[in-house]
């Protein structure tokens, strides 16, 4: 892609409501934030609450978080309560989840992790995986640290937003 080419999306994307744009290629990856990307952010965050049963997933709302089982979401408050302890400490930076789906440490169960607990990480390291609609999508970091803890266990789903990793920033 030329950089006119660069310009003309750019013009164009500032007279339309859209907050982000993603254009990768195996050449280049090209991101582009509005600046309404955090007005539509703020949106999708705070939805209506939904009864928490697996069969209200809706298909045509991939945004919309999932709430999980009780029996499933008392480890989940468990966890947050330990990064609680650990953010009391030192100010960590988390890696959040981008999208509503299952959380997987590794490419397939036979192979390692992407990231573990003492890992130095950087911005566009994989970290994770999280799959949805039967798509697997890379999470990637956009901070430089330690991982210090892993906060989602493997294979299990995950909400939007919700902290994956806490990791130190190094200085």
Not at 110 to 128: A, L, M, N, Q, R
């Amino acid at each position: 892609m030329e950089f006119d080419q660069i310009k003309e999306l750019i013009k164009l994307l500032q007279g339309t409501t859209v907050g982000e744009f993603k254009y990768e290629t195996t050449e280049m990856s090209l991101s582009i934030r509005t600046k309404d990307y955090q007005k539509v952010r703020t949106e999708v965050v705070s939805p209506a609450p939904m009864m928490p049963t697996m069969g209200a997933m809706p298909m045509a709302a991939p945004a919309a978080p999932v709430v999980a089982p009780q029996q499933e979401a008392a480890p989940a408050q468990e966890k947050s309560q330990d990064a609680g302890e650990l953010k009391d400490n030192v100010n960590y930076l988390e890696i959040k989840s981008p999208m509503v789906g299952t959380f997987y440490r590794s490419s397939s169960p036979e192979k390692p992790p992407f990231v573990k607990v003492g890992d130095v990480i950087g911005p566009d390291d994989t970290v994770c995986l999280i799959e949805a609609m039967k798509l697997f999508n890379e999470v990637k970091s956009e901070v430089t640290g330690r991982v210090v803890k892993v906060l989602a266990e493997d294979a299990s789903p995950v909400e939007y937003e919700q902290v994956l990793f806490l990791v130190e920033p190094l200085v």
